[in-house]
């Protein structure tokens, strides 16, 4: 947490020109510099807003330009003819390029009349407003700079200068009436802190340890997308230790905090049925955080893992440990693993309520995974699992649980890791197509 305390929503309009910031044109897309000028040249105002100034301001490459401007979206519509206009509540506007790109463009909203109203559907968010009123209504203070290509300058309504020189993550105005209004923004707060290793401010702390239970009150799309990201991200590990820390992960997800917390004892496990493949580290809690570190390291070296692999492979340390406290002599260890995606998984992943398709592709896909160990002992299995659709995620699944624990691949998982897309490379075909997102009911 940090020190400084002060209203982000009073702050006197900062701005630095070019000569004080390392922020060229030079580092936008080739496309976003065409839209900006166009705009400019219409007579309108337009900036780049968001997290491309922070990233760019960081020295890091921006995943998005989100562009702003105050022209209407019909007035858009007459600008450009490769554009589609999109959105209920609030309408933006998709720019759309032949290489498949696409950038988006929203006009200035003023600050809603019924702000801080618990949950609010902001129903009048279809007003237009100002740069200062559309800054306002952002989340966090460094996600609330716009850069000017016509001058050059950066331009800061609400201290985010300040605190991207500083390392803090701030919320814009009172956390506490901006987490009532979305409690999601608590998760983005601390996944922005995770990922810049910036430090939280004492009041927005404070608000999200508060409100950390009404995250439960937002859809269920929102809440698997926001934890989706999460594990995207490449920082997942540094995530979720902020969200246990701050109770985020208490008020939201329950069971599964409840799990994390568990203190690591010796279990009972099969004897010698799966050699070197299963350890008691492999059915405790610690197992989690090093498959997130895992997945962390891949994802910030450019691999590209699907959700189901994402997802699965956090799922893994849950059902062996379900395996390995349930475990007595006699009993056999299909059923247990059975009776611990059907039970235990379900129990504690259920406050991300996964539609019935998504369990069906986790369980599907753990069930090939648990039948890999039985390769070594029975090498005939091959032929039978070269059929499963899943085979590509579960071999991933499992060499990544291997280098997890600091075990090397068996020489049977590197014949068949020659038929599947490997993890050092992009997932490619139907194991990058399968998103849990995409199916979400």
Known sequence: MSQPRRKSQNQPMVVLGPDKHPLVDEMLADEAIWILNRLLWHGYQAYLVGGGVRDLMLGQSPKDFDLTTDARPEDLKKIFYNCRIIGRRFRIVHVYFRDGSV???????????????????????????????????????????????????????????????????RTIGQPRQ?????????????????????????????????HSKEMRLCSNARLLEEFLKD???GYSADSFSLMMESHLLRGWLPQLNEWLHKRSRKVNLPPDRFGPFLRSHWASPQAFWKLLETHDAHIQAGHELSDLVLMGSLCVPIGWNYVARNYRSGKRTRQLWHRAISQSLQKILQELTLSSYHWHELSQLLQTYWRLHLVPQQPGIVNSLNKSEYLPEAVQIFALELEAQGQPIPEWLSELNKHVPPITTSVSGAAKSRSLHAAQS
Not at 118 to 135: C, I, K, L, M, V
Not at 185 to 194: F, G, I, K, Q, S
């Open 103 to 169: 950038f988006e463009v929203s006009t200035f909203r003023a600050l809603p009349s019924n702000r801080g109203q618990r949950h609010s559907p902001q129903r009048d968010d279809n007003t237009y407003g100002t740069p200062r009123e559309d800054a306002l209504r952002r989340d966090i203070t460094i996600n609330g700079l716009f850069y000017d290509i016509g001058s050059g300058e950066i331009i800061d309504y609400v201290g985010g200068l300040a605190d991207l020189q500083d390392g803090i993550v």
């Open 178 to 210: 901006r987490f009532r209004e979305d409690p999601v923004r608590m998760v983005r707060a601390l996944r922005h802190a995770a990922r810049h290793n910036f430090a939280v401010e004492d009041n927005t702390w404070e608000a999200i340890q508060l």
């Open 231 to 233: 594990l995207r991200g």
